[in-house]
């Protein structure tokens, strides 16, 4: 036994729960007046002391991990806290945003730190951290599940193979005494959201960062392969209002960019290069610019699944026009990364044909839409999009998908050896291209952005959407919203 497995082993997991119903019971009564207000106090206290206590083993706690998270939201809604308590509240903050991997290990040096995958590892975990960069080397964990839908998580290497990966679930199985033939002759298979299964054979490595958005991991035997179904979590639904219906535009918007700009700061020149000249055999050395291609999907899909799950039509319009608003102000901060996801969601089919609901948008919005639609308009090599951006100033996040594209017209518009000899023209021209990122980022992004725990809660939003990536799932929504537009 690890001695984090011991240390887990004494977890107060009994005297927690009775700590996280009353503090539930409390903010949940409603109690005004001095004597709720020492209540929540107390209560607050309780849960500050527990963090500082335990914060470095709840990454493998799942249960304390997920209650963690639901009190520290049920806490930020409680408008009534934020004068008379604001220290209070801005440090339980804190100490959620510091809740890190670091995980005690007598194999493990002080600073090493187990590092959260940026989406396949759900948790509170360091949703609020600043982005750093990973590397190959970096340790990660990642849940691995079972037909059952059952799972381990597993601790691995960013670059591990998929033999390593099976190699630690099966460990992981052997010492939760899991029937023995469980792990018998184990294969590895990505399974997304609609179904779709992709087999990975044991040589592949880094296939963390290739999952889809709403993918994951599981490991079965050979003849149980058929049966895996996506997770019932991925494609269940449940409308309501979220977070976009209560925050302010400008709000999600610059939080939108301080996201992507952390992620943009974290991609390695090189990343672009070894992703398209390398193919399959670069991802050792790509996994930041493929974690940023994924958010920049799971934005796209943010914007059709919150329309799509709002069932009032006047407010779904009203959200359409937040949307556009949102876009309008990612374009003036120069976060042209966000602006395209955003437009790309509105212009996503299942959003695009809810008639009635564009309808009752304002002309004036509309308008500013068809703008956008323009500047995002592939037409004669993307022109209008090539000319705004040629006219701003760094810090600029530009769309990272269309660099790619430049980058592999290069690479496969011409050879890289011609008659023995190095195509000095075409690795100037790719070096000009990679050039462009550098003069991106050459000044630091400043955006004045208030830290109090609306603000902090708007944050911690934009960093962990829950999407729909299922297309088929979308357009069900979508009659159902809508059963006869055109």
């Known amino acids: 036994m690890t001695s984090s497995s011991r240390i887990l082993s004494s977890f ?4 927690f729960c009775r700590s996280y119903t009353r503090v539930s019971f409390v903010w949940a009564g409603g109690m005004e007046g001095p004597e709720g207000l020492g209540r929540k106090q107390a209560c607050l206290a309780m849960l500050l002391h527990f963090l500082d206590t335990y914060q470095g083993l709840l990454q493998e ?11 520290y939201l049920l806490i930020m809604k409680d408008e009534s806290l934020y004068q008379d308590l604001r220290e209070d509240t ?20 002080p600073s090493k730190q187990v590092k959260p995958l940026f989406r396949h590892f759900r948790r509170i975990d360091s949703c609020l951290q600043t982005r750093v960069a990973f590397r190959g080397s970096d340790e990660i964990f990642c849940r691995v599940y079972m037909p059952d839908h059952s799972y381990v998580t597993i601790r691995s290497r960013l670059s591990a193979s998929v033999q390593d990966i099976l190699g630690s679930v099966t460990e992981k199985l052997q010492y939760s005494e899991e029937p023995a033939g469980r792990e018998d002759s184990l294969i590895l298979v990505a399974v997304a959201s609609a179904g779709e299964k992709v087999l990975l054979q044991p040589t592949e490595d880094c296939v963390f960062t290739t999952l889809g958005i709403n993918s994951h991991l599981f ?9 895996l179904v996506p997770l019932p979590e991925e494609i269940q639904v449940s409308p309501g209002d979220t977070e976009i219906h209560r925050g302010e535009p400008e709000d999600v918007a610059n939080h939108l960019t301080a996201f992507h700009w952390e992620l943009f700061r974290c991609v390695h020149e090189l990343e672009f290069v070894d992703y398209v000249f390398h193919g399959e055999r670069g991802r050792r050395e790509t996994a930041n610019l493929e974690l940023l291609l994924q958010r920049c999907s799971e934005v796209t899909h943010w914007v059709a699944t ?7 039509p006047g407010k779904r319009a009203q959200l359409l026009k937040k949307f556009i608003k949102i876009a309008a102000i990612c374009k003036q901060n120069q976060d042209l990364l966000s602006f395209y996801a955003v437009v790309m969601g509105l212009d996503n089919a299942a959003v695009s044909r809810l008639r009635l609901t564009w309808e009752k948008l304002p002309g004036k919005f509309k308008n500013l839409f068809r703008k956008f639609e323009n500047l995002t308009d592939p037409c004669r090599n993307h022109k209008s999009y090539r000319e705004v951006i ?7 996040i530009p769309f990272v998908p269309l660099i790619l594209k430049d980058l592999t017209f290069l690479h496969e518009g011409s050879k890289t050896l011609v008659d ?3 195509n000095i023209e075409k690795l100037h021209s790719v070096a000009e291209k990679v050039r462009t990122v550098r003069k991106y ?3 630091p992004l400043c955006l004045e952005m208030e830290a109090s725990p609306h603000h902090l809660q708007t944050k911690a939003y934009v960093r962990q959407f829950q999407v729909i990536d299922n297309q088929n799932l979308l357009f069900e929504l979508s009659y159902k919203l809508e059963a006869n537009s055109q």
């Open 12 to 15: 107060p997991r009994r005297s």
């Open 61 to 71: 706690e799942e249960g304390a991990g997920r209650i963690i998270k639901d009190l």
């Open 90 to 109: 801005l440090r339980l903050h804190q100490l959620v945003e510091t809740v890190e991997l670091k995980i005690p290990d007598e194999s493990q040096l």
């Open 219 to 227: 490991a079965c035997t050979r003849d149980s392969y058929e049966a």
């Open 306 to 312: 919150e329309v799509l799950l709002c069932e009032a």
């Open 390 to 396: 040629s006219k701003m100033k760094p810090p600029v």
């Open 420 to 422: 023995g000899l190095v």
């Open 441 to 443: 980022r050459s000044r």
